[in-house]
């Protein structure tokens, strides 16, 4: 499957930061102390984004209904979510963030100005 370049190491602070991907479906990356954990942005409760989520430790809370999801495997961790996320291999390489998608994720990444 394809990967993409997401965004710059430098982008991301190790504080737990997140960026928001515009692919479709929108994909959030977080730096959690030097990791880095690809999952799906959009909250599975609502239409938040979870990349200005709060994060705690390999936990991100979606800052509308303060559903949790694990960062490690995209598992909705308390209510109101119910629906776990889905999570993306990540690779650091030369300073950039790569996520692997599918090919219709990837494909939808050049319609997106
Ligand atoms: S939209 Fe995320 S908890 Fe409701």
Redesign the pocket.
Known sequence: MPWIKACSVDDLEPGGEGVRVDVDPPIAVFNVDGEFYAIDDT??????S?AE?YVEGCTVE??????KFDLRTGRALCL??TVDLRTYPVRVEGGEVYVEVTESIAATLSDIV
């Open positions: 909250c599975s409760h609502g239409q938040s979870l989520g979606c800052n509308w209904h303060f559903a109101p979510a």
